[in-house]
């Protein structure tokens, strides 16, 4: 289940973005799913992230009512779609995969056990 991110890019204030989340097993609709990011000299941090089953979501509060996490389980593919970007929503991000199937929670803490794969990130950056 290692994880792949696309989507990133540069775009100027205001503008959209939206990042995927895909592997190359077939299995990823069982598993938790949390979008993380990293600013240069800055710890990661935990943006969003969304059960298995789709019914639990979490958007950190800088986020909140600007992005949006979401699935699309017959491309096995779970979506971060960013609005009204900002500059200092610019960073590394990343998706990982939860550790436990079919799992009604999520977090977002980035340290937490539960995430065991990582993907590679993709460099998002917000600027006129």
């Known amino acids: 289940l290692q994880p792949v991110e696309s989507g990133g890019g540069l775009v100027q204030p205001g503008g959209s973005l939206r990042l995927s989340c895909t592997t190359t097993?077939?299995?990823?609709?069982?598993?938790?799913v949390g979008w993380f990011r990293q600013a240069p000299g800055k710890e990661r941090e935990g943006v969003s992230c969304?059960?298995?089953?789709?019914?639990?979501?979490h958007y950190s509060d800088s986020v909140k009512g600007r992005f949006t996490i979401s699935r699309d389980n017959a491309k096995n593919t779970v979506y971060l779609e960013m609005d009204n970007l900002k500059p200092e929503d610019t960073g590394v991000y990343s998706c990982?995969?939860?550790?436990?199937?079919?799992?009604?929670?999520?977090?977002?803490?980035?340290?937490?056990?539960?995430?065991?794969?990582w993907g590679q990130g993709t460099q998002v950056t917000v600027s006129s």
């Open positions: 990982a995969v939860d550790r436990t199937p079919f799992s009604g929670t999520c977090t977002l803490a980035p340290d937490s056990e539960r995430y065991t794969v």
């Open positions: 969304l059960s298995s089953g789709g019914t639990a979501t």
């Open positions: 097993s077939p299995n990823l609709r069982r598993y938790p």
